[in-house]
């Protein structure tokens, strides 16, 4: 994941000045006429580009290949064009289609149409909203697209901004002139302005863009922003202080990362404050880094206490899936699961389980990792059935969905007013969310007989979502026509893993 996921920026469709959905004229060409001529528009400069790419001889010099560079650049640029009037004019589609949906007579409902409306209800949404539509249209797109919700929400706020508003820098980027980047900045930088001062920063900054680098084009739009704002930065401040949230994502290496937007004054307080202790009072003998010395002291703040401080009764809550075959043939090499992160060394998962004030018995399939059952001394079924599925599906099973099972819901796969059955093969992890989406909203699911679960979106794509615990898959049938026959060496070790082990009297016969 990339700093670009991580630092999500405040963007919000509302903040540009465009027409509610289904209201927007660049999405509706006025005849059959002027449709071919709007794709011709953005679809056969790439052809002709693409064309003469591929017709190229193969590289004998750096000079020509520098050139290709700058064409395959071009081509991006144009692609990129492509796909936000895509995006745009997609989107722009679905709400007319919901709005004449809404004009339909109650009486011809389909049951399936009924039950939607009924769950609809249930939870609240009015499937016609402008929220819901993007929402659910976003989640298809991310199917498409097989990217996260996350980065095609952003795409599409830059694809309304370039296809409605600021339509001079689509037509520059379309044709390759300025480079995708450049033309996100004139987008997110005419938030909270009107028409003539989008128009004002267009004609400012696009010659610029032609031939200026993105960070010089970013700088200038964001000055124009903040000089044509008529928002004084005073109450800009104090609305930007509702949007303070501490979250986190995970790296490599059984790392992870912290994000707090907080006041300026907050947190250059903290940093202040952190480096202070850090670098004073410095044992010589300590060899840590001053990053390193800085990271402990934040650490040590929220998990044991500022310095001298007594501590903290807050502990450490973590859920971990240790899988025993691989801690027995190589403990070194072995990971294991931590529910919210993935995998980790075993070592240091044992670490944290010694002190663990219960623990789950969780049984793996040895071929795929996928959790299969669990241990069934708590007396209640039900308890152990959200164990199993927090173990096996590790995230929310919607498709690109990462919420964790801490906050996901037991959700039934075949409907549980239909006849589905409460047990392991006819339950997913589904979180509040993406409840909505299946029971109200249009998407549909199938439990497959190999573990995994069918989607189909509310427009007929089709995924597959696996189990999250999964971690091979050539053994899945939506992976190969059949199941393949696993062959194992049974060998004395195996055999002792597997509890396939002789009795005494039989050994010594």
């Known amino acids: 994941m990339g700093l670009q996921d991580i630092f999500q920026s405040d963007d919000e469709i509302h903040r540009l000045p465009l027409n509610p959905p289904g209201h927007r004229d660049a999405s509706h060409p006025d005849g059959l006429l002027s449709s071919v001529v709007e794709h011709e528009k953005y679809f056969a400069q790439i052809a002709a580009l693409a064309t003469e790419l591929y017709s190229l001889a193969p590289l004998h010099d750096p000079g020509s290949g520098l050139v290709r560079l700058q064409r395959l650049a071009t081509l991006r640029r144009m692609l990129d064009a492509a796909e936000a009037v895509t995006l745009s004019d997609s989107v722009e589609l679905v709400a007319q289609v919901v709005a004449e949906n809404g004009c339909a007579d109650p009486n011809t409902e389909t049951e399936q149409q009924r039950r939607e409306r009924i769950s609809a209800n249930y939870y609240g949404v009015d499937p016609a909203s402008e929220q819901i539509i993007r929402s659910n249209f976003i989640a298809e797109a991310a199917v498409a697209l097989r990217e996260s919700e996350e980065k095609v929400r952003a795409k599409l706020f830059i694809a309304d901004g370039l296809r409605h508003l600021c339509t001079d820098t689509l037509d520059a ?63 800009r401040h104090e609305a930007a202080k509702e949007s303070r949230a501490l979250t986190h994502w995970n790296e490599a290496d059984g790392m992870a990362a912290l994000k707090l937007r907080a006041p300026a004054a907050d947190i250059i307080s903290m940093v202040n404050t952190v480096r202070y202790f850090a670098r004073h009072e410095v044992d010589p003998e300590d060899s840590r880094t001053q990053a390193q010395r800085e990271a402990d002291i934040f650490r040590d703040a929220l998990l044991d206490g500022w310095p001298a401080g007594g501590g903290t009764p807050l502990k450490a809550r973590v859920a971990l899936t240790i899988p025993a075959v691989e801690a027995l043939v190589d403990p070194r090499r072995g990971l294991a699961e931590l529910e919210g992160y993935g995998p980790i060394p075993v070592g ?12 789950v018995r969780v049984l793996t399939d040895p071929w795929s990792g996928a959790a299969m059952d669990v241990g069934r001394k708590r007396y209640r079924p039900s308890r152990a059935l959200r164990d199993l599925l927090r173990v096996r599906e590790v995230c929310c099973c919607f498709p690109g969905c990462r919420r964790t099972a801490e906050s996901s819901e037991v959700d039934h796969v075949d409907d549980w007013a239909k006849g589905g059955h409460t047990d392991r093969n006819n339950t997913k992890l589904l979180c509040k969310r993406h409840q909505m989406f299946k029971h109200a909203l249009g998407w549909q699911s199938v439990y497959r007989p190999d573990g995994s679960v069918g989607w189909r979106t509310p427009h007929g ?6 189990p999250g615990s999964v971690q091979v898959v050539q053994g899945f049938d939506h992976v190969h026509d059949r199941v393949p026959v696993l ?6 070790r195996v055999r002792r893993v597997l509890g396939w082990v002789d009795p005494p009297d039989r050994i010594a016969g």
């Not at 302005?193 to 696009?206: F, S």
């Not at 794509?461 to 696996?466: G, K, N, R, S």
């Open 173 to 235: 980027l379309a044709a390759g002139e300025i480079t995708s980047k450049a033309a996100k900045e004139i987008v997110k930088q005419s938030q909270d302005l009107g028409a003539a001062d989008i128009e004002r920063m267009e004609r400012v900054l696009l010659p610029m863009a032609r031939t200026a680098s993105d960070a010089s084009v970013g700088q200038r739009a964001r000055r124009m922003h903040d000089r044509l704002n008529p928002v004084s930065a005073e109450d």
């Open 348 to 359: 240091a998962a044992l670490v944290l389980a010694k002190d663990a004030p219960s623990m």
């Open 461 to 466: 794509l089709v995924c597959v979502e696996l």
């Open 487 to 492: 062959e194992v060496e049974l060998t004395d």
